[in-house]
């Protein structure tokens, strides 16, 4: 199964580190906060791993069904 990302917006601390890394799935708000580029193209798991695990406030989640993976 192809793992699922999700942004918490109460999290984000607006670094642009997702957005820089992956702008065909991450963009601002016009608050400035991440979120998911609707229709974005599925990237592979390992790379949304890497893209959560370098949000530097935690506020990507990844997701294995209904699981949350641990990407620290
Ligand atoms: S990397 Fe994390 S903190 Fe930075 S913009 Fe993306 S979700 Fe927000």
């Known amino acids: 199964m192809t ?3 999700t942004v918490d917006a109460d999290v984000c601390i607006s670094s642009g580190k997702c957005v820089a890394d ?12 991440a979120e998911l580029v609707p229709g974005a193209p599925d990237l592979a798991d390992r790379r949304l791993v890497e893209v959560a695990r370098n949000c530097p406030s935690g506020a990507i989640q990844v997701f294995d069904g209904d699981t949350e993976i641990d990407v620290l």
């Open 22 to 33: 992956e702008p065909e799935v991450f963009r601002f708000d016009d608050d400035e906060v």
């Open 3 to 5: 793992y699922r990302v």
